[in-house]
């Protein structure tokens, strides 16, 4: 029981378990708030990634596992619901993310042309709708 209580790696070991662990929670409890909606998720979710790749940048074993999970999590739907939240509009995908996402809207080509004109803000999105401050006061489900 000594040997453990000295052993500085598996100390080590535990503090970064800690502070991944700490990271998953604070994760969770943002998801959990009355406010938050699926482009929200999609977000906290990539955050979290983020912050666990900064806390275990040389165990890939760790990192295979974190991407792994995090690919079952983060489903083209997210993406989709990041593209059409006038908070986000695509700002926090990767081009990838964004091709995986269009390429499965393929599946309803009705939907593909409204999802392109609201990127762009074009017909029948007006500039408008586009702006800071109103942005700010109206949800996702508005």
Same mark, same amino acid.
């Given at each position: 029981?000594?040997?453990?209580?000295?052993?500085?790696?598996?100390?080590?070991?535990?503090?970064?378990?800690?502070?991944?662990?700490? #990271?998953?929670?604070?994760?969770?409890?943002?998801?959990?708030?009355?406010?938050?909606?699926?482009?929200?998720?999609?977000?906290?979710?990539?955050?979290?990634?983020?912050?666990?790749?900064?806390?275990?940048?040389?165990?890939?074993?760790?990192?295979?596992?974190?991407?792994?999970?995090?690919?079952?999590?983060?489903?083209?739907?997210?993406?989709?619901?990041?593209?059409?939240?006038?908070?986000?509009?695509?700002?926090?995908?990767?081009?990838?993310?964004?091709?995986?996402?269009?390429?499965?809207? #393929?599946?309803?080509?009705? #939907?593909?042309?409204?999802?392109?004109?609201? #990127?762009?803000?074009?017909?029948?999105?007006?500039?408008?709708?586009?702006?800071?401050?109103?942005?700010?006061?109206?949800?996702?489900?508005?």
């Amino acid at each position: 029981m000594t040997a453990k209580v000295v052993n500085i790696g598996l100390k080590r070991n535990v503090e970064l378990t800690l502070d991944i662990l700490k #990271s998953i929670s604070i994760a969770w409890d943002k998801q959990q708030k009355d406010c938050c909606c699926i482009a929200d998720t999609g977000k906290i979710r990539k955050e979290l990634q983020e912050t666990v790749k900064k806390e275990t940048p040389n165990n890939k074993v760790k990192l295979q596992a974190g991407k792994k999970r995090m690919d079952q999590a983060l489903t083209p739907s997210h993406f989709l619901a990041n593209i059409l939240d006038s908070e986000y509009q695509c700002r926090c995908l990767t081009a990838e993310e964004e091709r995986a996402t269009m390429t499965r809207g #393929s599946n309803h080509p009705s #939907s593909i042309p409204t999802v392109i004109h609201f #990127s762009a803000g074009g017909e029948p999105f007006k500039q408008y709708m586009f702006v800071d401050d109103g942005l700010k006061k109206v949800t996702p489900l508005n």
